[in-house]
């Protein structure tokens, strides 16, 4: 290609080494030729944190990924210098018609560079645009409503590669002369297929017990889910993963002869997802806490450095046993799980009063799927600098009980130890043959070291420099998800901590702000099954309605109708469900709660009784059915009955409400049921399209992760956001999208006189429980 053809739409490939759900790629490739393009960066090349590990994975992604482009019609550009410099030479030689990548949350020389080559596109006129391919959110000013945006972003629709690509093959390039040490590692392969690989076997064979096995190393490698790697170098992108694991979660609910354990292991796994950006956040919003606290009132805490003490620690000859088996198998395998990589971080930061820059610095090289986001903040959290987490100190004697209580593990990996009986492997010191041993004896007594290390970190969180530091910190970084359950809960006049039993964990991670490792299974009662409700969503929600959390909603319900009015009248609330059977389902709209109104809620959204008035919502819909159904006719009433009889299923995700308190009745145990709800219509092979209206409807699409299924969202017809409702034409766009997979469309005519509709009994009559 010569400079005199039209500029080239670049894509510069970054931790994003893919083609599937790939914005940047898809976006480029509709405003013309594609240059695809991957920088050997000689300063990332060079950096203290990168290593021949690093780049054999690298090699064998950047081969997957020129493979895959070959197939689309071009080929990866491959190019070794700094990132203004190749760019320049590629614009004189071609032109830059653009500069298209996802947005990056790489370490200080990344972020560097990415600033150097904005202000080079400005000067030369070039678009640089950068799109997210996660959670983090740039220039993020408060974390408030922070969840609800990844919610969003991981909910939306994967996007698939193009069929073919139109580009500059010949300008292909490879790597040349690369200095970088060689890899002396034992570790995965590299590029996308190894990695779906790796999230199939982990989604149905391996993560059965990941719950439980996380923890220890000796269960962990196989156990966990190995995917650190792959979204570290971006061959698989995070939503990919997270919709993997909500339709592998959905299916299994399905499935009645599955092993329980997966329900608890899937859901453990989707809570670390959820960690996952929460933390790189922090480094994208505070670049400087790769070198600095989070918290500056810990600034002058660890003045000193002891190099004899760092070089014990990292050649694992500490003396703690399983401390010293960590850093072993780190050095061959590149890879820990993270119980292990936080107590080796708080050896070196608590125990041995390491400043934990060096230490970092050390593990980052080491770690073959090193996310400086996600790293940086793990070392400042255990090194207890962040200050909005409780203090936590691992005892490695007490860790290598609890984790490798046959100390299999150890011997492994510190072989000098292979003939000290398992009473002493983990306090080896105290056998009577540990003088012949070749193993050093304990670095520091622990018991001592722990309690000077925590001494000194509470007599400076008992400043007030410190509480001012940890209420900015919280403020720029705290996780909302508590704060922001119980703010709603005080707007809703409801007490601080809703009533429903407590799901104690079997073990919990001895930190604040940090995912469970482990979750209970609560104890099963009786199933409360309402009277009158179809067979299919008897089966289908049996779970659900055995329940501890059902019998206290039942429990609440009935007090609650004795002291206040309660809308639907209790005959009505499963009326959605009664009317539209699971099989029969073939569109789902979905409220939020009832109408508050006297007489207005019959247990179908937006649907009022016959004879009472239409409430604005529902005239905002029926003005949109005028200009969207043809022939349409608005009747006197709004009783949507005849599409609940077609498979329109109208569901609330909240089933009551309190009279003139909307929202009163959130978070009383009617979500998990709906949430079953939506999952079990999920779970259909058939096609059914799902109508989401409004930010609190939209957040639901996480839970829909078929394939075969068809989302619907806009603004809620409300009159506070009519207008990002009015003219979407969803009715016809659901029919469309029904008569495309070979389905009947819905007759969204109402009848000019409402059918009259049978009652059924809310949870006070049951089938198959004793309740009352």
């Known amino acids: 290609m010569s400079a005199s053809h039209a500029p080239l739409q670049v894509v510069w490939f970054k931790k994003d080494l893919r083609v599937h759900d790939h914005q940047p790629l898809l976006e480029a490739a509709a405003r013309g030729s594609v240059l695809p393009l991957y920088l050997y ?53 071609v032109g830059i018609g653009a500069l298209w990548a996802h947005e990056e949350t790489g370490n200080s020389v990344s972020y560097a560079r990415d600033r150097r080559v904005r202000a080079w596109c400005r000067a030369q006129g070039i678009p640089f645009t950068e799109l997210p391919q996660n959670g983090v959110v740039r220039r993020l000013h408060s974390r408030d409503g922070w969840a609800d945006l990844w919610e969003e972003r991981m909910g939306a629709p994967t996007l698939k590669p193009l069929a073919q690509l139109t580009g500059a093959s010949s300008l292909s390039l490879g790597h040349t002369n690369l200095q970088v040490g060689p890899n002396h590692k034992r570790q995965p392969s590299g590029g996308r297929r190894a990695a779906e690989r790796t999230l199939s076997s982990f989604l149905t ?87 600095q606290n989070l918290n500056r009132a810990f600034d002058d805490l660890r003045p000193e450095w002891h190099q004899d003490s760092f070089d014990r620690w990292a050649a694992g000859q500490t003396g703690y046993p399983l401390q010293d088996a960590c850093m072993r198998m780190l050095t061959e395998t590149g890879w ?77 990996w510190v072989p000098e130890l292979a003939e000290v009986p398992t009473d002493f492997i983990h306090a080896p010191w105290t056998w009577s043959g540990a003088g012949r041993l070749k193993y050093p004896g304990p670095i520091v007594n622990v018991e001592q070291a722990m309690r000077a290390a925590k001494a000194k970190i509470m007599a400076v969180r008992q400043t007030a420099f410190f509480e001012a530091e940890a209420r900015r910190v919280y403020e720029v970084h705290g996780s909302r998800k508590k704060a922001v359950i119980r703010a709603e809960r005080r707007a809703n006049g409801l007490p601080e901590k809703p009533v429903r039993p407590v799901r104690r964990p079997q073990a919990v991670l001895e930190m604040v702000g940090q995912p469970s490792l482990f979750e209970g299974q609560a104890s099963t009662s009786a199933p409360i099954v309402p ?16 329940a501890p959390s059902f019998h206290q909603l039942k429990d609440f319900l009935i007090n609650e109708r004795r002291t206040h009015p309660v809308y639907p009248p209790a005959p009505d609330v499963f009326n959605a469900l009664r009317l539209t059977p699971l099989e029969r389902v073939k569109v789902l709209i979905l409220g939020q709660d009832p109408y508050h109104g006297v007489g207005q809620a019959h247990g179908l959204s937006f649907s009022v009784r016959p004879g009472v008035r239409i409430p604005p919502s529902l005239q905002n819909i029926v003005r949109e059915l005028q200009t969207d159904v043809p022939d349409f006719i608005p009747p006197r009433h709004g009783d949507l009955s005849t599409w609940a009889q077609q498979g329109v299923l109208l569901l609330n995700a909240v089933l009551t409400v309190r009279a003139g308190q909307p929202n009163s009745h959130a978070g009383m145990g009617w979500e998990p049921l709906t949430d079953a709800v939506i999952r079990a219509v999920n779970a259909r092979p058939e096609r059914v399209v799902f109508v989401l209206w409004g930010t609190y409807a939209r957040k639901k699409a996480r839970l829909i992760t078929g394939s075969q299924h068809v989302v619907i969202e806009s603004g809620h017809p409300s009159p506070l956001s009519v207008a990002h409702f009015a003219g979407t034409r969803p009715f016809s766009r659901v029919n469309a999208a029904l008569e495309d997979a070979g389905l009947a469309p819905i007759d969204w005519h109402l009848p000019l006189t409402p059918e009259p509709s049978r009652p059924q009994m809310e949870l006070s009559s049951v089938k198959g429980s004793s309740a009352g």
């Open 531 to 546: 009277s009158g409700l179809p067979e299919s969503w008897s089966q289908a929600l049996a779970a659900e309605f055995a």
């Open 205 to 291: 064979l391996r993560g059965v017990d990941y719950m439980r096995e996380m923890s220890s190393p000796l269960t962990a490698e196989d156990s966990c889910s190995r995917l650190s790697a792959p979204l570290a170098f971006g061959t698989l992108s995070l939503r990919e993963v997270v919709q993997a694991t909500r339709q592998r979660l959905a299916a299994v609910k399905g499935e009645p002869e599955a092993d329980p354990r997966w329900v608890r292991s899937l859901r453990s796994f989707e809570s670390r997802l959820h960690w996952h950006c929460h933390f790189m956040q922090r480094l994208e919003t505070e670049p400087a806490m790769e070198f």
């Open 336 to 412: 820990l799980n993270f119980r292990m990589r936080a107590m080796t971080i708080s050896f070196s930061s608590q125990l041995l009063w390491l400043h934990w820059r060096v230490p970092g610095e050390y593990l980052a090289y080491h770690w073959l799927d090193n996310e400086p986001g996600i790293h940086w903040a793990q070392v400042q959290m255990q090194s207890s600098t962040v200050g909005i987490n409780r203090v936590r100190i691992y005892n490695p004697t007490k860790q290598a009980r609890d984790q490798d209580p046959t100390g299999e593990f150890i011997r492994r």
């Open 41 to 93: 960066e000689p300063e990332q090349l060079q950096h203290p944190e990168f290593g021949g590990h690093h780049l054999q994975y690298l090699h064998e992604c950047l081969t997957e990924l020129d493979q895959a482009l070959q197939a689309l019609g071009v080929s990866l550009v491959c190019r070794s210098g700094e990132a203004i410099e190749v760019l320049e030479a590629i614009r004189a030689e």
